[in-house]
């Protein structure tokens, strides 16, 4: 897989061709839902393997000068329990008990006299210790430090949907612009500036159109009629988000529209860029303004961006089978020496049976990131070069799942330090830089407007992994329950009522995570499928107990002490969003997020016990 880079200089040492990364750092809410094998592990597991090396590797490049430049998603949902204090404090237990199985490894290892599994058992007792050493130099504030190399414009933090809800499916409008519309708050609270850009979960695009209910209500309420939802471009644009990543074959199967004024953009195009849009050579390796088919001059302003992912860089870094990190020297994923779970043992080859795994050797595998990181350079210059000489420069859009880098492939976060390396010090010669897609759009204009159709990244490039023969049941409670909550919302009376409103909250964060995308991932591909399936009716079952209990608020004002007592245990297990607006559920709301948020304790524990005051 090793190629010599053998580049042309850049001309003026000016780049004539971009690079982005965007990684996206999601975890579903597992806080207070489990430990072991599925639970919060899952978050310590995170923490530890890819978001404290991700920041060692930009601590890195930052004491010498270089940006990454990538475009990082922390999901809100993530936000929140990396801020959580249950996290905070069973982070250092869990590290705790990771360097003890090093430990008891250490000594096994060496009654049997083998000392190279010995060193290697030492050598996870080494990067458990630097883990707990970094989280408590960061105080213990994960979040902080990427705010940190974000506004030291090294990277670029941008948003998700708030609980990672597959987008192209959601039920009702308002369900679509309140995923955003959260994301955007708990954003900004976290961060401390807006998002410009978002990821939709899966590259999940839906454009305005007439819509049918794919499956039936699973209350027995009757079924609504088909309407004319909304595109996803118009709710980004409703929340002043100017970008997001779609796949490329939606762009490829797109169809160009004329920057005419009917369309409404928002910012004017370049007429060179415009002609590039039809070139072979540019269709997946420049931005575009996003319309829908049925677009009118009614319709929202065309100000949405959507940068297309690119094929071929993607399938060499994630493929397991084809990419990087199914090299035989990289460490295996699957084999772990249990009780502790460390892994002692490399890839060794395509399909070698993990009774077969050799040991891994730390050294060998550095020689294979230099090279790995060399030979994405080339690919990505290779990929580019038609382009080089364009009046606009290209942009190449890599985006990955963050997990991938430490957790999946333990070596990734050196590879992307790697990566940034050789771009930076062959600057003089190469005429590729790391750039992010906010900084672009700066620089350079849209090549022309695109109508996408309907998809996602997952397979086949539409909506079987999320909804299918295993999974259409979730649906039936997702749009059961969107349509209840709009209905709650859309009458009123709440609004007055400290009681009334805390309620609704609560429904409204049930809601968030029963339309999580991840419990359908979960079913679908055989991973956790009990767990996935446990949290889904878990909520479904909170949700309906919330809305009797809204019922019952309803006809008297008041509710039952055991109702009280319910619903502030549901508060307390799903403390997400503690400023959670229940105005952007009301039927046709079309309201600028902040429209309605009642003060509350910035500590998600606080949210029962603050509320419980506000009782009448």
Known sequence: MSQDLTLAPATGNRPTGFLTFTLHAHLPWVINHGTWPHGIEWLHEAAAETYLPLLRALANLERDGIALHCNLILTPILLEQLAHPIFRAEFPNYVQRKIGAAREDESF??????HHLAEAARSWQRFYTQALDDFNALNQDIIAAFRHFHEAGLIHLITSAATHSYLPLLGTDESLRAQIRTAVDAHTRHIGSAPQGIWSPECGYRPAGRWSYPVSNADGSVQPQPFQRIGLEQALAESDLDFFVVDAHLVEAAEHRPASPDLQTGVPLDDKSERLAHAPHRTLYQPYFVTSPNATPAGARCTATAFPRDPRTALQVWSHDNGYPGDANYLDFHKKRFPGGHRYWRVTGPHVEIGDKHPYSP?????????????FV?????TLKPSFSDSVPPILCAPFDAELFGHWWFEGPQWLEAVARILHERRAELPISLTSCAEYLDSYPRAGVVALPEGSWGAEGDHQVWLNPETSWTYGHIYSAELALRDLATRGGWSDSPLGTRILKQLCRELLLLESSDWQSLIT???????AEIRFLTHNDQFNDLKAIYHAWEAAQAISPAEEIRLAAIEQRDSIFPHIDPAHWIQGSHAKRGSFAQEMPSDPTQIHSVARTTKS
């Open 109 to 114: 290892f060496l009654q049997a006299n083998d």
């Open 363 to 375: 050294n060998r595998a550095a020689e294979r990131i230099e090279s790995h990181a060399s030979h």
């Open 378 to 382: 080339s690919l990505v210059y290779e």
């Open 525 to 531: 591909t055989g991973a956790a499928r009990d767990y």
